[in-house]
Structure formats: structure tokens, C-alpha cells
């Protein structure tokens, strides 16, 4: 290993614990609460969703004789569309900064 790789590996590793320390020792301002809550909320959503997914696929499969096929894509339907809402949440909204 040379000098410089040695030295950039060594800046790397100072910058990534002064960034922790940073993140770490940063007040807690409106933005982050915001965010913290944003977050919570899409996990509690996203959890809810599967639930009610893996109920309902049954019910739906007894009186719409609908096959496993069918049940998969609907199932996977559901976390593609939970995908495309994160990404038009995070290009941009009326509120964006």
C-alpha cells in the first residue's frame, strides 16, 4: 500500500467520524422532527398495507377464484406502488424547498 492511498484512506476515515460526530451532536431543529415523523409514518403505512394484503389475498382468491399468479401481482402491485410514491415524494411537491 502506498504513502498517498494510505494518506486518503486516513483523511476518508477522519472526515466520515468528524461527519458522525457532527450528525450526532446536531440540534434537534423542525426539519428533523419533520422528517423523523415522515419516516415513522411511511413504515407504519407501508406495514399496514402488507397486512391488509396478506389478508385479503385469501378472500379475494376464495370468492374471485383468482390464481396464485393473480395474487402475486397484486401483492407486488402494492410495494411498486409504494416505490413510485416514495420517488414523487422525493422529486418535489407543492412544499418543496
Known sequence: MSTDSATATDH??????LL???LDGAPMSRFHVRF????GLGILLD???FFIIGVANPLVAKDFAVGSELQGLASAAAI???MC???AGAVGGP???
Not at 476518508?12 to 467520524?17: D, F, L, Q, T, Y
Not at 423523523?36 to 419516516?39: E, G, I, R, V, Y
Open 12 to 17: 476518508a476515515a477522519v472526515r466520515a467520524m
Open 20 to 22: 458522525g460526530e457532527a
Open 36 to 39: 423523523w415523523l415522515l419516516a
Open 47 to 49: 406495514g399496514f398495507d
Open 80 to 82: 411498486v406502488g409504494a
Open 85 to 87: 410514491g416514495a420517488v
Open 95 to 97: 412544499d418543496r424547498p
